[in-house]
């Protein structure tokens, strides 16, 4: 798989609607957000593991390398919910304007993913000494049960962020 260039990858992850909210008829799946990152981050070598946190609620770890230590690179992939009639154009379909992109997510936090693929799809990752891990986690705008699934797994997972 080729990986797309970096304003498909934004526009992509836009599209993927992955609102969460305690309020039941708002919530919704990050499934494909999370399919996606897989896949991108795959294709790039790293190893792709899902945590279920929920039905339809994902979490991401992207690991390239291996060893004590490392480096997470750690965000999540929910965005909050919207009201449409609010925005100037569609809030899930990434719009340039004034040398600028816009949409839902695209600075908290979809485009940081996009952003990452971007600044590794040319480094030399085999000369990694230590691990690079992409954290992508569900529910951070609403409940934080991403983060605290992620954190009850107990796993060691880097030393700097």
């Known amino acids: 798989m080729t990986l797309p260039a970096l304003k498909a990858l934004f526009a992509t992850l836009i599209a993927e609607s992955s609102v969460s909210c305690t309020q039941p008829a708002l919530d919704q799946s990050n499934a494909g957000v999370v399919a996606r990152l897989a896949d991108w981050f795959g294709a790039l070598g790293f190893a792709c593991e899902t945590q279920e946190v929920a039905p339809g609620k994902f979490n991401l770890i992207a690991t390239l390398g291996s060893g004590p230590g490392g480096l997470v690179l750690a965000g999540h ?22 040398d600028r992109w816009y949409g839902l997510g695209s600075c908290d936090m979809k485009g940081f993913f996009a952003l990452i693929l971007e600044a590794v799809r040319e480094l030399d990752l085999r000369q990694l000494r230590q691990p690079l891990i992409v954290l992508a986690t569900c529910d951070e705008e609403s409940s934080m049960d991403g983060a605290r699934v992620l954190a009850e797994a107990g796993r060691p997972l880097g030393r700097a962020a």
């Open 77 to 98: 992939t929910d965005t909050v919910p919207y009201d449409e009639v609010l925005w100037q154009a569609d809030p899930l379909r990434l719009r340039e304007a004034d």
